[in-house]
Nanobody, 123 residues
Framework: QVQLVESGGGLVQAGGSLRLSCAAS????????MGWFRQAPGKEREFVAR????????FSADSVKGRFTLSRDNAKNTLYLQMNNLKPEDTAVYYC????????????????WGQGTQVTVSS
């Protein structure tokens, strides 16, 4: 069982930055693939980025490449999403997810999810 708690969301102007954190419970955090999804009002949940549980390789959606950076600190059981040059279209609830062996772009139904954190980008 893994419990995930996101933090770091808020209101920011376009071009600004935020860093999201996802604190995970459990002693096997380092073995989980981790990732972020987001859901805007009236839209389906969409993949943002993921990091491997085996080699820390990362993969991001085209919409955030070059702006968002994903990292993890296994000693702190924490996942981070550094978001730079934010745009109004990044406005959404951001969800942290965990899955073994890895997060897939399309949720598989066996992920652990956090409760979400709101990110609002004003123009």
């Amino acid at each position: 069982q893994v419990q995930l708690v996101e933090s770091g969301g808020g209101l920011v102007q376009a071009g600004g930055s935020l860093r999201l954190s996802c604190a995970a419970s459990g002693r096997t955090f380092s073995t989980y693939g981790m990732g972020w999804f987001r859901q805007a009002p009236g839209k389906e949940r969409e993949f943002v980025a993921r990091i491997s549980g085996s080699d820390d390789s990362t993969f991001s959606a085209d919409s955030v490449k070059g702006r968002f950076t994903l990292s993890r600190d296994n000693a702190k059981n924490t996942l981070y999403l550094q978001m730079n040059n934010l745009k109004p279209e990044d406005t959404a609830v951001y969800y942290c997810a965990a899955r073994t062996p890895n997060i897939r772009v399309v949720p598989q139904g066996n992920e652990y999810w956090g409760q979400g954190t709101q990110v609002t980008v004003s123009s």
